[in-house]
């Protein structure tokens, strides 16, 4: 920062984005004040200048870019800047205020398009991280540091202890579950201070999974391959509004009352549709009391939180789980999940008006993969795909399953970009298609003689679809050294722009292994 140095403070009521009018006391000469907060990687470097304003040596600073403090997330203690010989006195905030950015992050495949990992990466450059759908069925890995961390209900933004990570009402919660994995990552010496559970997220109650798992076995072999977290039964019973809220904890005498009457319909359908064994109603409720005292600390109104983010011109991310295509709409119904993983579930699942999302992140694997059933166009069945799930770890985060894998399917990607308004992709797990001679990337669809741009709404057309391929020659060599977009081979590179082009959408970072370092941003989608 030039030759300036912190001295004490301004006042503790600035905003994140703030910039500030900074009357400097002598030297005339002095360049410029400063001002604004937020994450480390956009200080460097400070190429700004300074203009003299009014009189008595006020000054106010031109920024070409906006400067950013390290370790002051807003509404704290703001640095000044010694200039020289002239110190800061005081400092006003002129009107003026950050660009507010709200990007939201979906998968553009069938989920485990390695999300976390890029959701990581941008976690430290925004204020907060909201989780806006889906419940402990997603997982995710991210390795930071060297340290490798799972994330399931709890944003991956967490690791960063500045940013504030909301559990939005979109989300199903299993208590116990959250409860496991907020142990889990303090054991690990993780602040979770800046965790915030929406009051109106609906829970995964204890007759949900096993629920999930009987109604599996019973549809036998056209079984969906849930996880059997009970997802689905929770969100129906969400829309069939005897679904019980994280709110509901703060009201015994409430919850007490409307599990009577909820628990007679899941024990009648649980002891003589199933032949299970039925709930009890006060062994639910004690250990659903025992949670609510735990969990009371993060359980808030998320309305003020996120509008007073808004308002102040903040950094927000929302982090989708799962992806386009298990979508309960857009997706392979009813080989789906039960919530929207899309952009406009990240509207609904937090509160945040699409008229202020700003951008859409895709994330894509540079390949295909699946858990689950369901029609899958590209799906490699030989020792091909066998090789790619072995060289990308592809089993699941949450159930350790092996991962169905397929070429680059750019019919399904397209119609991601296109229903999400995905205008930046992240495009991961590049360097597991480093040894192959060539590769196959399907570009469109013939159905019956008929060609598709886009995946069909009838499932068995579209398992029974031919997908139309180009093969494009590979790289044969190792991508994990290379630390920027540039290095990667001429052939990679060809590959990761083809991609582009076919789905309509600038390729706007590349992974090429799972550390932080091994993403290659050209540009940064906030
Ligand atoms: P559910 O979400 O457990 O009901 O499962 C419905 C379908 O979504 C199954 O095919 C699951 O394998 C799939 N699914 C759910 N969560 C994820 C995820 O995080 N990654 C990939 N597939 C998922």
């Given at each position: 920062?030039?030759?300036?140095?912190?001295v004490?403070?301004?006042?503790?009521?600035?905003?994140?984005?703030?910039?500030?009018?900074v009357?400097?006391l002598?030297?005339?000469?002095?360049?410029?004040?400063?001002?604004?907060?937020?994450?480390?990687?956009?200080?460097h470097?400070l190429?700004?200048?300074?203009?003299?304003?009014?009189?008595?040596?006020e000054?106010?600073?031109?920024?070409?870019?906006?400067?950013?403090?390290?370790?002051?997330?807003?509404?704290?203690?703001?640095?000044?800047?010694?200039?020289?010989?002239?110190?800061?006195?005081?400092a006003?905030?002129?009107?003026?205020?950050?660009?507010?950015?709200?990007?939201?992050?979906?998968?553009?495949?069938?989920?485990d398009?390695?999300?976390?990992?890029?959701?990581?990466?941008?976690?430290?450059?925004?204020?907060?991280?909201?989780?806006?759908?889906?419940?402990?069925?997603?997982?995710?890995?991210?390795?930071?540091?060297?340290?490798?961390?799972?994330?399931?209900?709890?944003p991956?933004?967490?690791?960063?202890?500045?940013?504030?990570?909301?559990?939005?009402?979109?989300?199903?919660v299993?208590?116990?579950?959250f409860?496991?994995?907020?142990?889990?990552?303090?054991?690990?010496?993780?602040?979770?201070r800046n965790?915030?559970?929406?009051?109106?997220?609906?829970?995964?109650?204890?007759?949900?999974?096993?629920?999930?798992?009987l109604?599996?076995?019973?549809?036998g072999?056209?079984?969906?391959?849930?996880?059997?977290?009970?997802?689905?039964?929770?969100?129906?019973?969400?829309v069939?509004?005897?679904?019980?809220?994280?709110?509901?904890?703060?009201?015994?005498?409430?919850?007490?009352?409307?599990?009577?009457?909820?628990?007679?319909?899941?024990n009648?359908?649980?002891?003589?549709l199933?032949?299970?064994?039925?709930f009890?109603?006060?062994?639910?409720?004690?250990?659903?009391?025992?949670?609510?005292?735990?969990?009371?600390?993060?359980?808030r109104?998320?309305?003020?939180?996120?509008?007073?983010?808004?308002?102040?011109?903040?950094?927000?991310?929302?982090?989708?789980?799962?992806?386009?295509?298990?979508?309960?709409?857009?997706?392979?119904?009813?080989?789906?999940?039960?919530?929207?993983?899309?952009?406009g579930?990240?509207?609904?699942?937090?509160?945040?008006?699409?008229?202020?999302?700003?951008?859409?992140?895709?994330?894509?694997?540079?390949?295909?993969?699946?858990?689950?059933?369901?029609?899958?166009?590209?799906?490699?069945?030989?020792?091909?795909?066998?090789?790619?799930?072995e060289?990308?770890?592809?089993?699941?985060?949450?159930?350790g399953?092996?991962?169905?894998?397929?070429?680059?399917?750019?019919?399904?990607?397209?119609?991601?970009?296109?229903?999400?308004?995905?205008?930046?992709?992240?495009?991961?797990?590049?360097?597991?298609?480093?040894?192959?001679?060539?590769?196959?990337i399907?570009?469109?669809?013939?159905?019956?003689?008929?060609?598709?741009?886009?995946?069909?709404?009838?499932?068995?057309?579209?398992k029974?679809?031919?997908?139309?391929?180009?093969?494009?020659?590979?790289?044969?060599?190792?991508?994990?050294?290379?630390?920027?977009?540039?290095?990667?081979?001429?052939a990679?590179?060809?590959?990761?722009?083809?991609?582009?082009?076919?789905?309509?959408?600038?390729?706007?970072?590349?992974?090429?292994?799972?550390?932080?370092e091994?993403?290659?941003?050209?540009?940064?989608?906030?």
């Amino acid at each position: 920062m030039r030759s300036g140095s912190l001295v004490g403070s301004l006042r503790p009521v600035a905003q994140h984005g703030q910039i500030f009018l900074v009357p400097c006391l002598g030297q005339p000469g002095a360049p410029f004040a400063f001002v604004a907060f937020g994450s480390l990687e956009e200080c460097h470097p400070l190429p700004f200048g300074g203009q003299r304003l009014g009189q008595r040596g006020e000054w106010s600073c031109v920024f070409h870019r906006l400067v950013f403090l390290a370790g002051d997330p807003g509404n704290r203690i703001v640095p000044a800047v010694r200039l020289g010989e002239t110190e800061v006195r005081s400092a006003r905030p002129v009107a003026f205020r950050t660009a507010m950015s709200v990007t939201i992050l979906v998968g553009g495949q069938w989920g485990d398009e390695g999300k976390g990992k890029v959701i990581d990466l941008l976690a430290d450059k925004v204020h907060m991280v909201v989780r806006s759908q889906g419940g402990n069925n997603a997982g995710h890995t991210v390795v930071a540091q060297g340290k490798e961390h799972r994330f399931h209900l709890i944003p991956s933004g967490i690791l960063n202890p500045d940013t504030v990570c909301v559990i939005g009402h979109g989300v199903v919660v299993d208590p116990n579950a959250f409860l496991q994995e907020l142990d889990r990552h303090q054991a690990e010496g993780i602040d979770t201070r800046n965790l915030v559970l929406s009051e109106r997220a609906h829970m995964v109650m204890p007759y949900h999974p096993v629920l999930d798992k009987l109604g599996e076995e019973m549809r036998g072999d056209d079984r969906l391959g849930t996880t059997w977290r009970g997802i689905g039964p929770a969100y129906e019973d969400k829309v069939r509004r005897i679904g019980f809220r994280i709110g509901d904890l703060q009201k015994p005498a409430f919850l007490e009352k409307k599990l009577r009457f909820v628990l007679r319909l899941k024990n009648e359908t649980l002891t003589r549709l199933y032949g299970a064994d039925p709930f009890d109603e006060h062994a639910i409720l004690d250990e659903y009391l025992g949670y609510a005292e735990r969990m009371d600390p993060y359980i808030r109104d998320i309305y003020p939180i996120i509008q007073d983010a808004l308002q102040n011109g903040r950094r927000i991310l929302l982090e989708g789980a799962q992806g386009v295509m298990l979508d309960l709409d857009l997706g392979t119904y009813p080989y789906v999940t039960s919530s929207s993983p899309t952009a406009g579930g990240a509207c609904t699942g937090s509160g945040i008006p699409p008229s202020r999302v700003t951008k859409t992140v895709g994330v894509f694997e540079a390949y295909t993969t699946r858990v689950g059933y369901g029609p899958f166009p590209t799906e490699l069945t030989d020792a091909l795909g066998d090789s790619i799930r072995e060289i990308g770890s592809e089993y699941g985060t949450t159930t350790g399953r092996p991962r169905r894998v397929g070429w680059f399917d750019a019919a399904v990607a397209r119609y991601a970009v296109a229903t999400n308004g995905i205008d930046s992709i992240a495009l991961t797990k590049v360097d597991v298609l480093d040894s192959l001679d060539t590769i196959k990337i399907c570009t469109d669809y013939v159905s019956k003689g008929e060609a598709w741009d886009h995946p069909m709404a009838n499932i068995s057309h579209l398992k029974h679809t031919d997908a139309v391929y180009e093969e494009v020659p590979g790289w044969k060599t190792a991508t994990r050294s290379c630390r920027s977009y540039e290095e990667l081979p001429d052939a990679c590179r060809a590959y990761v722009a083809r991609i582009g082009e076919l789905c309509g959408a600038a390729v706007d970072m590349v992974s090429v292994g799972p550390d932080r370092e091994h993403t290659l941003v050209r540009r940064l989608p906030l």
